[in-house]
């Protein structure tokens, strides 16, 4: 296992994007443009919000402005890269962007998968013990959760990252995707990459499974809890705090899920239809999620609605 006496001259990768399907290239790039400056827009008001109004600053806002700030560099650290794919055909990156995008995006993906579980957390103690709510989740809990989120997001992706970067790419620079996502890249070492997969599958065990059953559990009680309230208009309002999360968390790890979970093998039959599939998939994963998350949340929950209009009409209090 020496190989640091291998020298490979590497320029760059080269990002393929979609350069074997131009045309659908101009209307991706002005769908994805679109989809990102609307998740700018959204989650900027969102932060926006949650911030100027006091109504809002509650725990559950505090980690909602948190995932907005997440959805903003997260979405940063890879669309930009991506309309540029669109616009050039094999744009070559250099081997220390790329790394880094990689490390951003990774760091930013496995935040989200934590934090959406301490939002889990924060309904669970809002709807199965109210009364001690303002002290389980008093400030001195929620800024550590949603640092420590960041911390173990970024940790990952450290352990992850830099075990790709060891790796010795010598023959085939070309990478078959739209930004340097970490699957398509370990594709072109020509080492072997069993220590990478299997650190893999145990980041995914941590990030996606644990959270996941987390989450789950915490809507097994969530829901016993509220289907225990006795009158419907009270078993609607406790669904209503929680249920914009729900549909965030089904939407991500459905997307996550589909596009890691899975093992893939070199070279399948109908290899290409599954490399479209893939790429699609992470798009969605990649553009669509961040702007679906704030629309969801922004349409679902009153409070946020009624802090927008307030936001807008510039309320004016003549008494
Ligand atoms: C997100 O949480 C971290 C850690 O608690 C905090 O330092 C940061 O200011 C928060 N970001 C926003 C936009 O609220």
Known sequence: MDRSNQTCPLVGFVLLG??????????????????YLVTLLGNGVLILVTTLDSCLHKPMYFFLRNLSFLDICYTASSIPLILDSFLTPRKTVSYSACFGQMFLSFAMGATECVLLGM???DRHVAI?????????MSKAAYVPMAASSWAAG????????????RLPFCGDNVINHFTCEILAILKLTCADISINIISMAVANVIFLGVPVLFIFFSYVFIIATILRIPSAEGRKKAFSTCS??????VIFYGTILFMYGKPKSKDSLG?????????RTSLFYGVV????????YSL???DVKAAVRDLLHEKHLTE
């Open 271 to 279: 290899a290409d239809k599954q490399d479209l599939a893939d790429k």
């Open 300 to 302: 679902r929950n009153k």
């Open 154 to 165: 970024i940790t990952n992706s450290v352990v992850q990252t830099s075990q790709a970067v």
């Open 119 to 121: 939002m889990a957390f």
């Open 244 to 249: 914009a999360h729900l549909t965030v968390v």
């Open 289 to 296: 999620t961040p702007m679906l998350n704030r629309i969801i």
């Open 128 to 136: 199965c013990s109210p009364l001690r709510y303002p002290m389980v």
């Open 18 to 35: 979609l350069s074997a399907h131009p045309r659908l290239e101009k209307t991706f790039f002005v769908l994805i443009l679109s989809m």
